[in-house]
Structures are given as structure tokens and as C-alpha cells.
């Protein structure tokens, strides 16, 4: 039996985000921070639709996605939940106006080439588009390119953000890098986000955490943790 054909899928969903949500309280008051700053965004990639409907019903209102179909798919087939939409993948500049177009959020723009399409698809859609720049953790000499923009060109990328009609610049999402301590890798984002809030006090969102580094995330300022596993479980071998 699969983790999404549980008897009890709704009961199970319901003990193991009792389970995350206390984690959030205990990180936050371990942090002297306050959990109501903290949104939880679940992560549903590769689950079925029924389970976002469980997640409704459980008071969930911030998901996430990292593929164009399926989130697509999702989308059309939930219409009639409130659940605000997180794009979280990397993004190709050919699909950024298809997801600009169902997406409420897209935290993983990483490079200027992606806005064009997505203020396209907003605008296509007629609102503003929330936008996250997605900020590289690896070490400058890193190989092997994991998402992210360079911080170097974080401004550049930001300023082309701010003068585009139809885009809404939010704040920063990031990625801890694999095979690093967590709180080091989270460390250098807050120190990150610390200068840019000097240049974009308004764009205050900070994603970051996973379901193996959320108190981590919790330490460095975040705003939004991005949780699939722990909320969810293992998730299903790729289709
Ligand atoms: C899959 C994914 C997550 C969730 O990871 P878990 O380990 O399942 O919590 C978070 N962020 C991004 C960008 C992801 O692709």
C-alpha cells in the first residue's frame, strides 16, 4: 500500500500536521520569535489532488508546486478551494507566462529572463503577480549549477523586477545547499537578507526551510517554510 492509499488518509494528514505545526511553535519559541509570523506553505508536489483536499478541510490556505503540469493540472481541478498557489520549481522562460498565469506566487525567479513572460501572464490574467528572487547558497565556486541567482546580481535582478508592471517583489526564497550544516548555509541567507531589507524594507518575505531544516530556517528570519515530506510523508516514486 502507498502512503496515498492509507485507510485513514485524513486522519493520518491530520496527526502529522499537528505533529509540524508544533514544531514551528517550539522552533519560533526557541527563536523569541512569534509563530504567527511563520506560514506554512505545503509542499504537494507528486500527491494527489485529494490530498489538497484534506489539507483544506485542516485549515492549509499556502501550497506549493515545482512542475508546470502538475501544478497546472492541480489548479484547474481545485478551483473551487482558496488555497493561495506557490510555483517553487526552476522555471523555464518559455513556461513563465503559462505559470504567471494560475500561480499567486512564484518564489524561484532567479534570472531576468524570466520576467517578461511572467508580468505577460499576470497581466494576461489582469492582477499582480507576487514575486520571489531565488538566492544562490552554493559557494561561489560551486559546480554543477543548483537554482539560484548569484547574490552579486541580486539588485540588478531586483530593480528589473520593481520597474515591471504586473510584478510584485516579495521578498527572497532559498535553498540550503546539500552536505552543509543547515544553520551555516541559513546563516549566510539571513546575513543576505539583512542588506537587502536595507534596500527593500518592503520586500520582507523570506522562504526557506524544508522539512529537515525548518528550525534552522526559523532561526534565520524565515517567513515561509516550504514543507512536503514531514506534512505528508514519503512521497510517491516519479510517474
Ligand atoms: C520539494 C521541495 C521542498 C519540500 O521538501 P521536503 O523535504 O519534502 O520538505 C521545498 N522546497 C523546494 C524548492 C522543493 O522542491
Not at 541567482?149 to 539588485?155: C, R, T
Not at 537578507?193 to 530556517?217: F, I, K, N
Amino acid at each position: 500500500m502507498s502512503a496515498t492509499e492509507t485507510p485513514d488518509r485524513a486522519g493520518e494528514l491530520r496527526h502529522r500536521l499537528a505533529q509540524v505545526r508544533e514544531r514551528i511553535e517550539a522552533a519560533a519559541a526557541e527563536a523569541g520569535r512569534d509563530p504567527h509570523e511563520i506560514t506554512l506553505v505545503v509542499v504537494t508536489k507528486f500527491f494527489p489532488a485529494s490530498d489538497l483536499r484534506i489539507l483544506a478541510e485542516l485549515g492549509v490556505t499556502d501550497v506549493g508546486e515545482n512542475r508546470h503540469q502538475e501544478a497546472h493540472d492541480k489548479v484547474a481541478e481545485l478551483a473551487d478551494l482558496p488555497f493561495r498557489w506557490h510555483f517553487i520549481g526552476g522555471l523555464q522562460s518559455n513556461k513563465a507566462a503559462a505559470v504567471a498565469a494560475y500561480a499567486d506566487v512564484v518564489e524561484s525567479v532567479d534570472r531576468a529572463k524570466l520576467v517578461p513572460g511572467l508580468a505577460r501572464g499576470a497581466q494576461s490574467v489582469g492582477r499582480e503577480l507576487d514575486v520571489l528572487l531565488q538566492v544562490s547558497l552554493d559557494p561561489p565556486d560551486a559546480s554543477g549549477g543548483r537554482a539560484g541567482v548569484d547574490p552579486v546580481d541580486l539588485s540588478s535582478l531586483a530593480a528589473r523586477v520593481v520597474e515591471t508592471e504586473g510584478l510584485r517583489l516579495g521578498g527572497l526564497m532559498a535553498v540550503a545547499p546539500l552536505g552543509e550544516d543547515p544553520d551555516v548555509a541559513l546563516g549566510r541567507l539571513a546575513r543576505i537578507r539583512s542588506e537587502w531589507l536595507e534596500e527593500h524594507p518592503e520586500a520582507t518575505v523570506l522562504s526557506a526551510g524544508m522539512s529537515g531544516d525548518l528550525e534552522a530556517a526559523v532561526r534565520a528570519g524565515a517567513t515561509h517554510l516550504r514543507l512536503g515530506r514531514a506534512v505528508l510523508g514519503e512521497r510517491p516514486p516519479v510517474q
